[in-house]
């Protein structure tokens, strides 16, 4: 049977949409408020040119917020269109023509769908390379938080071949204390030992002082000299991980970059693995949260919408603090990045089907 759109869907989709973008104008309105007066000493700075500071940092902090908290402006959209329905008796009006609550709530789920996949396209294409431009603003005006500085580093380079510097410097390009493994199978057939090792340009290094020991059975040959070219298939940005960095990759870029630090031995891609699950659990939370308003806030009571809204506030926020500790978790170990991403999903799943089952009919 083919669905046709009834006059009371577009008004219900115009409603939620609408809302959803006045909510988004008037939250980041105020989040810009409160930056600008944080960081007003930085922007005075003579050195901070003002078209720098409106295009490279507000031009993209703007999207950036936006869709950061986008599972809670659409919470709060639900939450505060439906239940000025519901106080003008709206809701009531549309359940005594014989509408079901579930034939009722497929607009909401339209335009959740909408939210959900420009949310998603956003996040995976569109706002990382923005974030480039925005970090890097921040970095060089505002605080640098780019790693530049790492010690005891051991990654494979390529199947066999184990590199490890003592420590890496980006500032001079250069490593100290550094060595260069090849094993076949579990035999150490090579190895090169330097006193520092300075990074060129793309896979391209230079070791300096340095010897090489080459293994033939019983037999060891050995060379040195003061400087060799030599190519690497790593990158200083493969051990020099920012915690920011995750934000400037698109979703395909970050799949590449855990698959191949996973099978270089990296250990420290925590965040990278949690932004990653977290682009596409934004999907269902769009979904999962407007069930919730619209259950919650459909009923007509004598507190008014201003209760209805309160407690969906209560709930988003609730949301937002319950994904950011169990990140905080994933990045301590205790669990997966994946579990992380999804367990507020899950439990807001169950609660959602609770206050579904209870809602009006």
Do not use: C
Not at 305 to 329: D, Q
């Amino acid at each position: 049977m083919k669905f046709k759109l009834r006059r009371i869907d577009t008004y219900i989709i115009k409603q939620f949409l609408g809302t959803y973008i006045f909510a988004i104008a008037l939250i980041i309105s105020i989040s810009v408020v409160f930056d600008i007066n944080e960081k007003i000493d930085k922007f005075l700075s003579p050195d901070v040119p003002l078209k720098a500071i409106i295009f490279d940092y507000y031009l993209n902090f703007i999207p950036y917020f936006a869709n950061l908290f986008s599972p809670l402006f659409t919470f709060i959209a639900v939450i505060f269109f439906t239940s000025k329905l519901a106080d003008n008796s709206e809701i009531i009006a549309m359940l005594a023509s014989g509408m079901s609550f579930k034939r009722l709530m497929v607009p909401y789920f339209i335009s959740a769908t909408i939210i959900a996949l420009a949310t998603f396209v956003l996040n995976a294409y569109i706002i990382p390379p923005a974030n480039t431009t925005r970090i890097e603003f921040q970095n060089q005006y505002i605080r640098n938080k780019k790693v530049d500085y790492a010690r005891n580093i051991q990654l494979e380079v390529e199947p066999g071949v184990i590199a490890y510097f003592d420590r890496y410097d980006a500032r001079p390009n250069m490593g100290y204390r550094f060595s260069l493994e090849k094993f076949e199978g579990k035999k150490l057939v090579s190895r090169l030992t330097a006193n520092s090792i300075k990074y060129d340009s793309l896979y391209q290094w230079t070791v300096i002082d340095y010897l090489i020991r080459d293994f033939d059975g019983m037999h060891e040959h050995i060379s040195q000299g003061s400087r060799k070219d030599t190519t690497l298939t790593i990158v200083p940005s493969d051990f020099l991980i920012s915690p920011t960095d995750a934000e400037t990759m698109t979703t395909p870029e970050l799949s590449t970059y855990i698959s191949r630090q996973k099978q270089r031995g990296i250990g420290n891609i925590q965040n990278f693995e949690i932004e990653y699950h977290k682009r596409y659990a934004s999907i269902m939370a769009a979904f999962i949260l407007t069930t919730i308003g619209a259950a919650l806030s459909s009923r007509k009571i004598k507190g008014g919408m201003g209760l209805n809204i309160g407690i969906g506030l209560g709930l988003s926020f609730s949301y937002i603090l319950f994904l950011t500790v169990t990140s905080t978790f994933a990045i301590s170990g205790y669990v997966s990045p994946m579990v992380a991403a999804w367990i507020p999903n899950i439990i807001y799943t169950f609660i959602a089907i609770f206050l579904y089952t209870k809602a009006p009919n």
